[in-house]
Structure formats: C-alpha cells, structure tokens
C-alpha cells in the first residue's frame, strides 16, 4: 500500500508542488473534467438534473451521459470540491484513482486469483502504473481509475458460489453500475475480457460445469438488475437531448501503430517524445508501448505457463485486442501500410462506432499484469520445490524482471502553469451581465484547443453559464447524421474568431459579419463578451469591436463588451 501510494504521489509531484500548475500535455481534458466536478457537487448540493446541464453550451445543454460525467467519483468528492475547489478536487481523483486501482488490483490477485502477495504486489503495481496508464494520467483520470474492473472479476468469480445466487449477482450488478458512471469503454473491455476467460474455463474444466446453473442464474440476476439501473441513463445517452450517431471519422481513425508494441512511451525511463511522437495520436493515448524486452518476456511466459488454460485465454485475448486496436488500416512506423485490418468490418456497428480503436490497447495492460503474477508465482513455487537452487531462481527472476520492467517505469507528469483565472469571474463581477438567464461568451469562443472559460465556470460552481463549450455532441448540420463533435456546430462568429485566433489577422468584417454577429450573441443570450489575456489577444479584441462597434472596457483583467443592448 505504502508503494502504491508513494508511485502515484511520485508521478503527480508536480502538480502538487505548484499549486499553480496543470497538465502540460492535455489542459482542455484537465478544464472538461474540472467542469465535471463541479456539476457532480451541484447534483448534490443543488439537487440538478445528473444527466444533461444547460450550465455550457447555452442556449441548448450538453448529454453528459454522452461525455464522461463520471458521477460515481463526482458526486461522492462534493466536500472536496466544496471545499478546496476544483483543481483540487481533479488532482484527488487523478491520485487517489491510481492508488486505489494498484489497491484494488493487489486484493483480487492475492485472495482470489493467485494467492501469494509478491506476485500479487508486482500484477498490481503493473495494472496501475503501466506506460499506458501514465499516459492517461495526462487528464483522463476516469480512465486510469480502474479499480472497479478486478472487482467485477472477483464477483463474477464468485457467481459460481453454491447457495449465493442472488446475493452475489447484486453484488456484481452494484459494481457494474459503478462502472458505468465511471467508464463505460473500459466497462465494455471488460465485459469481453470475462466472457472469453470463462468460456475457456468451461470447455477446458469438465468439473466446473457442475456449477453452470448457479452461475447463470447469479449472472441473469446481476444482468436484470443492472439493466433496470441503468436503463434510463442508457436511454438519455443514445436517445435523448444531444446524443449522437457515433464518432467522427476522424476520431474514429485513432489507431494504434503496430511499431509502438516495442517502442517505449515519453514518460518511460527509457521513452522520450522524440521517439514516441508519431507513433500515438498525442501524448495521452500512448497505449501500446511495451518494448522490445516485456513482448519477449510476455511471450516467453505464455510459452511457459502454456498447459494453464487461463494463461492462454489471457494471451489470445491480449492478441485480440493488439489486432482491434490496429483500426482500419495497419501502420507501421508512422506509415500506412495499405493493408486493412479486421476493424474495418466491426467500426460501423452500434456501440462499436463510438468506440477509438487505439483504446483497445488499453486492456492489454491488466492482461500482462495478470500474466507476470501467474509467472511469478509459478517461479515461487519452483523457488519452494527446488531448495538447492532457490538463490539461483530468484536470481534469474529478478534480473528477467529487470530488464523488461525497469524500462518502462513511470516518470512525473509534466505540468505547465495554468492562466490564472481573471479576478472579473473570481469576484462575481459577472453576475450583473448574466441576470435573466444570460450566458458568458469568451474570445475565443471554447473548443478542443482552448477550455479555459470551463474552468472559470467550474469554479464559480457552474453558476456563470457560458456559450458553446468542449464536449461531444451532435453535428446537426444537413448531411452530417448526428455524428459526434467536439463542441456545438459552428456557427458564422465562433469560425470567424476560430480563423482570427489562427491566423492573427483580422479579415475585411463585412455589414453581413456584423449581422451576423448579432444574431449569434442573441443565439447564445449573451449578456457579456469577455477576452483574457492570451496569445493574439489584440487581433481577437479589434475583430470583436468591428463586428459590434462597442468599445471595450478593461475590468478585471479582461477586456469587456457589454452587448445587453444588441440582444435585446
């Protein structure tokens, strides 16, 4: 415990040591999920609708079943986040998702699956801290909280428990619930991850058979239960106000690139972002860097381990899985090889459109977790058996081990101070601009690359609602099939200030820009135009004024148009 603890103290250091800083690699996921935080401690202290808010993306909401709300971590950190804010709150979840992972993963494999704590402790500190999970630490806390998933092992295991059905298939559902509050793509991995180390065990262990009816009948019980759980949930994701058809096509072609198997990820000991970039999309979805020496090992100690039926139900699933991950195109060393790979026939079914392929890669980790247990606990009993070799068994052991794991230890996430948050939201000078059900609109307006104003509002508690957002909701223009998008459809003034904060310039700003214009501050309610101090803020400031004609104002550290009297 102390281990686990001090790992993940040792890979968020930073941020804990300037109270100032952010994730250097991903501060818009860091800002959508400081957001998330916040509506959390509003479903519970103001009682709000969990699903869905009208709080961004004004005057429409935002599914927040569709996005990850994580409501099972969100809800129960509220005195967190009440108290010590936001930014704080994230950085607890973040923290306390790894140890919790490392823990829960050390209590299944030393009292259910293997049974020895050395083994136990180096599976679990492999499904936490792995390449993989270090890099979704870069802000996607919800995906290395993965402490849920070996308590779905351990009560699905138990299902086949004589005399316990019902109780043990609640318990299984309570847990698969939690999980969809927290990741349903990982619960989904999951899923398939046990449905094909049970079968084998079925087919390859006639004496379990004898136990089929208890466990199905616990399994039709956790099934049933779950369902009505989640039934409504599920109905608000795929069916109500702001679901969408899928991600885009673009998104849906984050793959994995076949060379990253061996390679090592930039925050390895032995990675760098020179040698990892290229291979994954960005820093947060390095999923399947491994190295040359943990593949040979894994694949030494499947050969080993071969006559185990569930060692080799673990290896096919993790091959599984590489070859999904893959997408629709093989690539090899940062280039397209022509070749399609099997993806290509499963990426357009329900529920597997929204799935990115290269989170596939993903479960490969608790998968060399459980087989480097089951190699070291196999190299224990050897150690027993053998007394006049022990010393040379535990050498050879540990020097193997070495070399594989060694490499791909994780270093401290790399931070970057975050702009401070203008004093003109921290002092509530806001809320005169807002009356009436108006929102904020900020320049730029918030998309994939700038999230900021999600922060402010997530630290006024989501009191100060703003326009548009970063989120993913459907792209309802004509032809575009509600496939999913990052942020609201454009609109003529969120491009027009897209093109200015690229390019630096402003262009000709036309009497139909200005009509525009206003009609889109009347779209949004805005009460208030608002812009920080940023890069290109004078170019976004002289656009801002040619579209309105009202001269700024500079309050608390922003510029200020107060465009009550254009929308009416």
């Not at 039709?220 to 994701?237: D, E, F, T």
């Not at 020496?293 to 590489?322: K, Q």
């Not at 629709?328 to 079914?349: C, K, Q, V, Y």
């Not at 496939?483 to 200030?497: D, K, V």
């Amino acid at each position: 415990m102390a281990s686990f603890v001090l790992l993940a103290f040792w890979v968020t250091a930073r941020m804990w040591w300037n109270p100032t800083h952010g994730i250097r690699d991903n501060k818009t996921d860091m800002a959508q999920f400081e957001w998330m935080m916040a509506h959390g401690a509003r479903v519970l202290t103001e009682f709000a609708y969990p699903f869905s808010s009208d709080r961004m993306n004004v005057p429409e909401s935002v599914n927040l079943v569709a996005n990850t709300s994580v409501l099972s971590v969100s809800v129960p950190m509220t005195p967190i986040t009440m108290v010590f804010g936001t930014r704080t709150a994230f950085l607890v979840f973040l923290t306390l998702g790894m140890i919790a992972t490392a823990t829960a993963w050390y209590f299944v494999l030393s009292r259910v699956l293997v049974g020895a704590r050395g083994p136990a402790w180096l599976g679990a500190t492999f499904c936490a801290y792995a390449p993989a999970m270090i890099s979704h630490a870069n802000a996607h806390p919800n995906i290395v909280s993965q402490y849920v998933v070996p308590l779905i092992i351990w009560r699905t295991v138990r299902l086949a428990d004589a005399g316990r059905w019902l109780r043990n298939g609640l318990l299984l559902a309570l847990v698969i619930v939690w999980q969809a509050f927290l990741n349903l793509e990982i619960l989904l991995m999951t899923a398939i991850g046990l449905g094909v180390v049970i079968v084998a065990l079925a087919l390859a262990r006639p004496e379990l058979r004898g136990r089929t009816r208890t466990f199905l009948a616990g399994l039709g019980i956790a099934a049933a239960a779950s369902a009505i759980v989640l039934a409504y949930p599920l109905y608000v994701q795929f069916f109500g106000p702001g679901a969408y058809n899928g991600l885009s096509w673009v998104i849906r072609g984050y793959s994995t690139d076949l060379a990253s198997f061996v390679a090592y990820a930039r925050e390895s000991l032995a990675g760098d972002a020179r040698s990892a970039t290229g291979l994954a999309k960005n820093p947060t979805e390095e999923n399947s860097f491994f190295g040359w020496p943990l593949v040979i090992l894994m694949a030494a100690v499947v050969w080993w381990l071969r006559r185990n039926v569930v060692v080799l139900a673990l290896a096919a699933l993790g091959v599984l899985f590489a070859v999904l991950s893959l997408g629709r195109e093989i690539r090899f060393d940062r280039e397209g090889t022509g070749i399609p790979a099997p993806w290509a026939l499963l990426e357009d079914l329900p529920v597997l459109h929204s799935v990115v392929p290269t989170r596939w890669a993903l479960a490969i980790t608790p998968i060399i977790g459980l087989l480097l247990a089951y190699a070291a606990e196999r190299a224990r009993e050897l150690a027993a058996r053998y007394p006049a070799r022990r010393a040379q068994i535990r050498i050879g052991t540990v020097t193997v081990l070495a070399m594989a794991l060694v490499p791909v230890l994780p270093t401290p996430l790399p931070t970057k101070r975050l702009d401070p948050t203008p004093e003109f939201v921290t002092s509530g000078a806001w809320r005169p601009y807002l009356a009436g059900g108006r929102s904020l609109v900020t320049l730029p307006l918030p998309d994939t690359e700038y999230a900021d104003p999600l922060r402010w509002s997530a630290q006024t508690r989501l009191e100060m609602p703003i326009a548009r957002g970063y989120f993913l909701g459907p792209d309802t223009r004509p032809g575009k099939d509600r496939i999913a998008l990052f942020g609201a459809p454009p609109r003529p003034t969120s491009s027009f200030f897209a093109t200015v904060r690229r390019s630096g310039e402003v262009p000709p700003v036309t009497a139909a820009d200005r009509r525009e214009a206003v009609e889109d501050l009347r779209y949004w309610r805005a009460g208030a135009v608002v812009l920080a101090p940023q890069e290109r803020a004078d170019a976004l400031r002289q656009a801002m004024t040619a579209l309105t004609g009202i001269e700024p104002v500079h309050t608390g550290g922003v510029w200020l148009w107060d465009v009550r009297p254009l929308t009416g």
